[in-house]
T-cell receptor, first 116, second 114 residues
Framework: GAGVSQSPSNKVTEKGKDVELRCDPI?????LYWYRQSLGQGLEFLIY????????KSGLPSDRFSAERTGGSVSTLTIQRTQQEDSAVYLC??????????????FGPGTRLTVL | KQEVTQIPAALSVPEGENLVLNCSFTDSAIYNLQWFRQDPGKGLTSLLLIQSSQREQTSGRLNASLDKSSGRSTLYIAASQPGDSATYLC?????????????FGTGTLLAVQP
């Protein structure tokens, strides 16, 4: 595709419900990243996938957050039992590789999650 | 722990001015540093990526420099235009380890007045 796409663009949910956010990376990109941008906070790293290697989950804030990447392409970020503090813009990025000049990360438009 | 700071937090300039945005990082062990712009309600657009072995990168009216030893990077915008108005973010990629995450600064909100 032309760029990284994410869906939905906006999601409003009630506290306690589960949500799934989807990311379609640029075709051929082996690395995929999830970040979160909260109001008044900077962008924080959540999780990183590189090829078939085990993902780097070091940024996930709690065990309510999980992500998977099927077939080395599409990724889904799942938040279980959502809390109001989960409200944020969730951004996905991909890069051709994870090192060297191919390391430029290209970001999607994000999913704005609002937990009521 | 790597911390990335951007100064100023906000900047307003008249059209045509040259300007400099500053980014500092506490740990000089970085693999690269990347500058992004973010428009309201949109994702990030990559502007420039500087490898740790490089001193600067240029793209059009933009020039980014990197002084790894002092923990600083600057983004120079020449002849600013109203279309340059956006939030500018710098991000450092830590060296070594298995992680490939970017550590972002809090951004500089730029307004270019016509």
């Amino acid at each position: 595709g032309a760029g990284v796409s994410q869906s939905p663009s906006n999601k409003v949910t009630e506290k306690g419900k589960d949500v799934e956010l989807r990311c379609d990376p640029i075709s051929g990109h082996t690395a995929l990243y999830w970040y979160r941008q909260s109001l008044g906070q900077g962008l924080e790293f959540l999780i990183y996938f590189q090829g078939n290697s085990a993902p780097d989950k070091s940024g996930l804030p709690s065990d309510r957050f999980s992500a998977e990447r099927t077939g080395g392409s599409v990724s889904t970020l799942t938040i279980q039992r959502t809390q109001q503090e989960d409200s944020a813009v969730y951004l996905c990025a991909s890069s051709l590789h994870s090192l060297g000049l191919m390391d430029t990360q290209y970001f999607g438009p994000g999913t704005r999650l609002t937990v009521l | 722990k790597q911390e990335v700071t951007q100064i100023p937090a906000a900047l307003s300039v008249p059209e045509g001015e040259n300007l400099v945005l500053n980014c500092s990082f506490t740990d000089s062990a970085i693999y690269n540093l990347q500058w992004f712009r973010q428009d309201p309600g949109k994702g990030l657009t990559s502007l420039l990526l500087i490898q740790s072995s490089q001193r600067e990168q240029t793209s059009g009216r933009l020039n980014a420099s990197l002084d790894k030893s002092s923990g600083r990077s600057t983004l120079y915008i020449a002849a600013s235009q109203p279309g340059d108005s956006a939030t500018y973010l710098c991000a450092a990629k830590p060296e070594g380890g298995a992680t490939n995450k970017l550590i972002f600064g809090t951004g500089t909100l730029l307004a270019v007045q016509p």
